[in-house]
């Protein structure tokens, strides 16, 4: 399953993402740094160029952002 693309969302004071695969399913979650939502935005498209084409599946991209993957 390959990541497609990553989407932010803006909601308020919250910044979600959305994940895309090529299989169809897409996860959202919500990034940290609330109150900096900028910066976290910056985080996001940095890692993006990086995440799509990548197997969503593979635990080591997730240890990217500090999270386990479980």
Do not use: C
Not at 49 to 62: C, E, K, N, S
């Amino acid at each position: 399953m390959k990541i497609t693309d990553v989407k932010t969302i803006l909601a308020n004071r919250y910044l979600f993402v959305e994940i895309h695969t090529d299989e169809g399913p897409v996860g959202i979650g919500e990034s940290g740094t609330w109150g900096v939502l900028d910066a976290s935005m910056g985080a996001v498209e940095a890692l993006k160029t990086y995440l799509i084409g990548q197997d969503l599946r593979h635990r080591a991209h997730w240890r990217l952002s500090g999270s386990s993957g479980e």
